[in-house]
């Protein structure tokens, strides 16, 4: 397992903004960003606020980082900018709305992200890392809170009628809301249309504010990364912003970058075709709209026009019931309770850890150092005689750390360093102490569970399902620290699919054999679980009378999608 120091991400419950502790060449990134005059230390005013480089700059962090496939720099630059104004918007618009965010609101999001880094050394020189103190850190809190906040501004303000809840429901009886009526239904329906409305009524709010807002006073070197008009396809402009986000949604794919354009370029071809499809639906679109919106709202309204024109008789619904009666057959499915307890090596299995790697320091030199970690170490740099390559304090662990740039460089580090990823022998190759860097290999030794503690952690589990069983427990009320999956899960097929666990087909088949209700154990593959079959859906072959009117739905669906797409081409 690598040593380099686990990167949670900080969420703060929002895709407004996401904050993540990272390496300190985000923080060089920034300063080269920055680079500010002493004239002037902002990128542009927006409607005479200022927008400093340093948002620009995390922005475009945050836009390229996690990237396989590279694109020119000049996409990111504009979409950060793009990101930069919406945020600055949002911001602006909550302003206007009076919404405010509390100190203890901020405190308590704060609290999560620095308690979520065990050492508080650490913790700090990740925020250092990423240019924050911890005031900035907390101003972001604030901000990302806020757009929140906002967004639930307008998701609760949306009225939703009765007959939009009625549409709903028809459009969707016969598929998702089987034998349901609409009051069962009603409340989850208008959450749903609450949320979407809501959102678009925010977005909307946002492309007006970008129609109308002033900007001034714009640094040069970002002048070009506005958005503006790109090209024109069918008589619908697209601007950059537009055929960037596309572009990079192929690239994130996967797409080599030749590829992600021409796939870009036919993608906002049948968006212009869709949009000139509308006017001959006679399907209004609002013209001040995003131009996802556009899309969305223009291709919902025709296909809603192009099912009512399908045309079907019963000869033809049983025709497709015959081609597709598979789809509709009843599978054979389970539900159950299923726990995981968390098997760690004990104290003792971890001094044999360090018993071995202290044996094994007592024989290696800065001679032989690759040769040993090639034919010892069980980490995944074995087969490169241990090397890391060349590494920052805040990218490992804090003790790994502390041994590779307090000992002597040239020299195997003379203790054992013990780590939460086992043991470790230290060879320190070079170090900058002024830059902070250093360049290492190691030799790990993980620790690893024993027979006997196998056996206590299965103890546990055996005493742990006599008392579900026995009814002084439930599985709600098994502790978090040591259990590290406790829930329902339903509609487990036989093929070992777990729905929010995924396949797992030792663990299934164990869960098809128990009876009913019966609280069982087994250690599969070094886990421990313990799981009780509350529920058991036998096969059933499906009879046409009986799921007609799903037939019928899904050949309107499947004839209307058809269509239109035989339309767009």
Do not use: C, W
């Not at 709202?297 to 033809?316: G, Q, R």
Request: proline fraction near 1%.
């Amino acid at each position: 397992m690598a040593i380099r120091k686990f990167r949670k991400k900080m969420k703060l419950i929002t895709y407004i903004i996401t904050i993540a502790f990272v390496v300190s060449s985000l923080a060089l990134y920034i300063m080269t960003q920055m680079n500010y005059s002493k004239s002037k230390n902002y990128a542009f005013k927006l409607n005479g606020n200022k927008v400093s480089m340093e948002n620009i700059a995390r922005n475009k962090y945050m836009v390229s980082r996690g990237n396989g496939v590279k694109v020119e720099e000049k996409v990111y630059e504009i979409l950060a900018l793009n990101k930069t104004i919406e945020d600055e918007l949002s911001q602006q618009l909550a302003d206007d709305l009076k919404i405010k965010i509390s100190k203890k609101e901020i405190n308590k999001e704060y609290s999560k992200i620095e308690d979520s880094v065990k050492d508080k050394d650490q913790f700090n020189r990740m925020l250092r890392a990423q240019g924050y103190t911890k005031a900035s850190l907390k101003k972001e809190i604030g901000k990302s809170l806020r757009a929140m906040k906002l967004i639930e501004y307008y998701v609760e303000n949306v009225k939703i009628s009765e007959e939009e809840i009625l549409s709903v429901y028809n459009e969707n009886k016969a598929i998702i809301f089987q034998d349901k009526g609409l009051e069962e239904v009603k409340d989850e329906i208008e959450k749903s249309l609450s949320k979407e409305k809501g959102n678009e009524e925010y977005l909307k709010a946002i492309y007006d504010m970008k129609q109308a807002m002033k900007i001034e006073d714009i640094r040069e070197q970002i002048k070009d990364n506005f958005e503006k008009a790109q090209l024109e396809k069918l008589g619908i402009k697209f601007s950059n912003v537009e055929y960037d986000k596309v572009l990079l949604g192929f690239i994130n794919s996967g797409e080599k970058e030749t590829q992600a354009r021409e796939k870009t370029e036919n993608y906002l071809n049948a968006q212009a075709k869709l949009l000139n499809l509308a006017k001959d639906y006679k399907v209004a679109i609002e013209e001040e709209l995003p131009l996802d919106l556009k899309v969305r709202e223009a291709y919902k309204n025709i296909f809603k026009k192009v099912k009512n024109d399908v045309s079907y008789t019963d000869e033809d619904l049983k025709n497709f019931f015959k081609e597709n009666s598979s789809d509709y057959d009843t599978y054979a499915s389970v539900n159950s309770y299923i726990a995981e307890l968390e098997v760690k090596p004990s104290l003792v299995d971890k001094e044999a850890t360090q018993a071995k790697a202290e044996k094994i320091l007592k024989e290696v030199n800065k001679d032989n150092f690759a040769e040993v970690a090639r034919k010892k170490s069980e980490g995944p740099t074995a087969s490169r005689g241990g090397d890391l390559g060349t590494f920052s304090k805040e990218m490992m662990v804090k003790e790994f750390s502390e041994a590779v740039f307090k000992g002597k460089v040239g020299e195997v580090y003379p203790k054992v360093v013990n780590t939460i990823f086992g043991s470790h022998i230290i060879y320190i190759a070079e170090r900058n102490d002024e830059a902070g860097t250093a360049r290492a290999s190691h030799i790990l030794i993980k620790s690893k569970v024993s027979e006997t503690t196998n056996a206590e952690y299965l103890k546990a589990a055996k005493e742990t399902v006599n008392k579900i069983s026995d009814g002084e427990i439930k599985f709600t009320d098994l502790p978090k620290d040591k259990y590290v999956i406790n829930s329902l899960y339903t509609g487990i097929n036989e093929a070992g699919y777990i729905p929010g666990l995924e396949f797992n087909e030792e663990l299934v088949k164990e869960i098809y054999k128990v009876p009913l209700n019966k609280v069982s154990y087994k250690k599969i593959n070094e886990k421990i679980y313990i799981f009780k079959k509350i529920k058991e859906t036998p096969f059933k072959k499906a009879k046409y009378n009986d799921v007609k009117s799903l037939v019928k739905e899904d050949y309107i669906v499947k004839t209307a999608m058809e269509t239109l797409k035989e339309k767009l081409k």
